[in-house]
């Protein structure tokens, strides 16, 4: 069993940054993918970011080139830099860990974390 703790959310203006963390506990750390997804009022959760084992990462489109997910197995942590925020970035962002293909789909994550507010003003 694995435990997912985000932290890091808040309000934040516009082009702004911030830097989301999520502490894992449980299962090795390193043995298994870890990512994000982001819910916004109304709408479905959908994928944000993933980073293997390896340390390989994707991104979604709308998030590519503004965020940057990684990871430290030493601290069990996985982080996502959000720059350049727009409104749009406004949800609850979710870490997940343990997936299986196709893992832009929610059902393919077995371990999530309760989520944290991210609000961006334009």
């Known amino acids: 069993q694995v435990q997912l703790v985000e932290s890091g959310g808040g309000l934040v203006q516009a082009g702004g940054s911030l830097r989301l963390s999520c502490a894992a506990s449980?299962?090795?750390?390193?043995?298994?993918?870890m990512g994000w997804f982001r819910q916004a009022p109304g709408k479905e959760r959908v994928f944000v970011s993933r980073?293997?084992?390896?340390?390989?990462?994707n991104y979604a489109d709308s998030v590519k080139g503004r965020f940057t997910i990684s990871r430290d197995n030493a601290k069990n942590t996985v982080y996502l830099q959000m720059n350049s925020l727009k409104f749009e970035d406004t949800a609850v962002y979710y870490c997940v860990g343990d997936s299986r293909p196709p893992w832009n789909t929610p059902e393919r994550w077995n371990y999530w974390g309760q989520g944290t507010q991210v609000t961006v003003s334009s």
């Open positions: 449980g299962r090795t750390f390193s043995s298994y993918a």
């Open positions: 980073i293997g084992s390896s340390g390989l990462t």
